[in-house]
């Protein structure tokens, strides 16, 4: 595997491994790798001929309060095991690679950027799409995969592709991975590792709290009382604060009132510990 950090040796990787009609798909990440980011990489490998994994910690979608000193940076053990998944290319590009001095040019997708998630952390979504559509640019993919996780980002990143005639890859080949989970129900997150071993056990609280929520809408009951009924559980199984429980198209990320078997998210941010987690499951013709 080769470690790459400036443009310009990876477009001569890119060329490389595209020779002979060879595809590849990108895999980014923002590093701290866990099973979650494992199973794109297999998922990538079983799609292409080759594997390019990405890691940059994008200081554009952190807030001035937000956790960008202490986010986890462990590029040496992410790297082996990227390498040991078979990964050809890690692209790890320094800020100045990603973002050169002088960078002026900003990336908004109204809409699906602007809610949930987007409204508790202002142009969190902005930072994103930026990263994104330069690493298209960079490694142009046949294919990029995503965890279903972070639902709202991937949202997002679909609308940009369309909207921007991003060929490399256009929308329908921006994949989502259905989310990986701890034994006790827990989404992985780079960001669990915020937490004590009680907190953990804790927030285990919040996927069963959501399935119970999903199953009452599903069975027909009123969808605000439920969102109720579910903030209130997710406070009294530990968790500080609810940030949003929300129940949303799918697609558009529209807020729904009523539920009446389309595809549909609940989309769900708390905070416990010294951690915000964010949870999304489907419902309907998901």
């Given amino acids: ?10 477009r001569e990787a890119v060329d490389a491994l595209k020779n002979g009609g060879k595809s590849v798909a990108l895999v980014p990440t923002m590093g701290a790798l866990h099973e979650g980011h494992l199973t794109l990489v297999r998922e990538a490998a079983r799609r292409a001929d ?3 994994a990405s890691i940059f910690v994008n200081p554009r979608q952190f807030g001035p309060s937000e956790d960008l000193d202490a986010y986890p940076r462990r590029l040496a053990a992410d790297a082996a095991l990227l390498e040991a998944k078979g990964v050809a290319v890690l692209w790890a590009p320094t800020v100045d690679q990603m973002y050169p001095d002088g960078y002026a040019t900003n990336i908004s997708v109204s809409g699906v950027s602007e809610v949930a998630w987007g409204a508790a952390r202002p142009g969190q979504f902005d930072g994103v799409a930026k ?15 995503f965890g279903e996780k972070d639902w709202q980002q991937l949202a997002v990143i679909r609308r940009m592709a369309r ?3 991003l060929t490399w890859p256009h929308a329908d080949a921006i994949i989502g991975v259905p989310t990986v989970r701890e034994a006790s129900g827990l989404a992985m997150s ?3 590792q915020y937490l004590t071993q009680a907190e953990r056990d804790q927030a285990a609280g919040l996927a069963a709290a959501m399935r119970r929520a999903i199953a009452a809408i599903e069975g027909g009951a009123d969808v605000a009382a439920s969102l109720a009924s579910l903030e ?3 406070l009294a199984a530990g968790f500080l604060s609810v940030d949003y429980a929300d129940l949303r198209d799918a697609a558009t990320l529209e807020e729904l009132t009523t539920f009446t078997g389309q595809a ?13 987690l964010i949870d999304n499951m489907g419902l309907g013709l998901n």
């Fill in 190 to 192: 780079s960001r669990n």
């Fill in 131 to 145: 990263v994104v559509c330069k690493l298209f640019q960079q490694v142009r993919p046949d294919l990029a995969l």
């Fill in 264 to 276: 549909a998210r609940l989309l769900v941010a708390a905070r416990i510990g010294g951690a915000r």
């Fill in 50 to 52: 080759h594997v390019i």
């Fill in 1 to 10: 595997m080769q470690t790459i950090k400036r443009l310009v040796e990876l």
């Fill in 163 to 165: 909207d921007l005639d």
């Fill in 232 to 234: 209130a559980d997710i």
